[in-house]
Every structure is written in structure tokens, then in C-alpha cells.
């Protein structure tokens, strides 16, 4: 079940970094326009539909309502980069660990059941999964 989900969460961190975007700009949008709406209601209806006049309250909504959603939407791309950064640490990882596999003496099957996992984990692609399962095992150094 969960493998067919799976490529919904590959490259996570750019869409988690896109989704703080784009509420910027939908939160950005609906202050403008609730502000829009009270500067209109004061200005040109007398206050007939919020009761009053709350010209003041349209022009805060605008400013500060634009300004908190900016605000806000920092902690969401702080955290996309955060896990881009752990990403490519784990690779960076992954790629030493198999520099690691190929000098050691580990079997055949071993080999490639760790490039399989690594593979599976997303921490190598697909042409180097390619390249290192494909890789001799006789030619392996130190065997």
C-alpha cells in the first residue's frame, strides 16, 4: 500500500519549501481583500454592512496581515531547507558507505543488498544504483 504513496514524499523538501509560497501568497491575497472589504464598507457604504466606521481596521489587515503570513511562512521554508540539508547528508553518507562496501570484503548478495536499501531509501538514484549493482564483484579492490 505504502509503496504505491511512495513518490508522493520523494523530493519533499522542494514541496514543503513551494507549500510555504504559495500560502504567502493565499494569505497575502485574503488580507487584501478582507482589508479591502472593511475600507470599503467604511469609505463608500457609511458602515451600513460591519457597523461602523473600521476604515482603520481594513488598512491594518492589509499591512499587518501581509506581514504575519510573511512571517509565518519563514518557519515553513526554514524547515524545507532543513530537511534538504539532512538529505544531503544522508547521501553524502550513503556514498561513503558504499566506498566503504567496496573495499571490504562482503559478499555478493550482501553488496547488493545494501545498494538495494540505500537505493529504496532514496539516498542514491537510479543511474548510480545503476552503475554499483552492475560493478563486478571480483573487481572490487581487496578481494
Not at 552492475?134 to 581487496?142: A, L, P, Q
Amino acid at each position: 500500500m505504502f509503496k504505491r504513496l511512495y513518490p508522493l514524499y520523494r523530493n519533499i523538501a522542494t514541496k514543503i519549501r513551494k507549500l510555504a509560497i504559495i500560502l504567502f501568497i493565499v494569505d497575502t491575497i485574503l488580507s487584501i481583500i478582507t482589508g479591502a472589504l472593511f475600507l470599503i464598507d467604511a469609505l463608500f457604504l457609511d458602515g451600513d454592512i460591519f457597523g461602523g466606521e473600521l476604515w482603520w481596521i481594513g488598512l491594518l489587515t492589509i499591512v499587518f496581515g501581509s506581514l504575519i503570513s510573511w512571517i509565518c511562512t519563514w518557519l515553513l521554508y526554514g524547515y524545507g531547507v532543513l530537511i534538504d540539508a539532512a538529505c544531503d547528508n544522508a547521501r553524502i553518507s550513503a556514498r561513503a558507505y558504499i566506498s566503504y562496501l567496496k573495499k571490504n570484503k562482503s559478499t555478493e548478495t550482501e553488496y547488493r543488498q545494501e545498494i538495494w536499501r540505500l537505493y529504496d531509501d532514496c539516498l542514491i538514484t537510479q543511474a548510480e544504483y545503476n552503475r554499483w549493482i552492475v560493478y563486478d564483484i571480483n573487481d572490487r579492490s581487496g578481494i
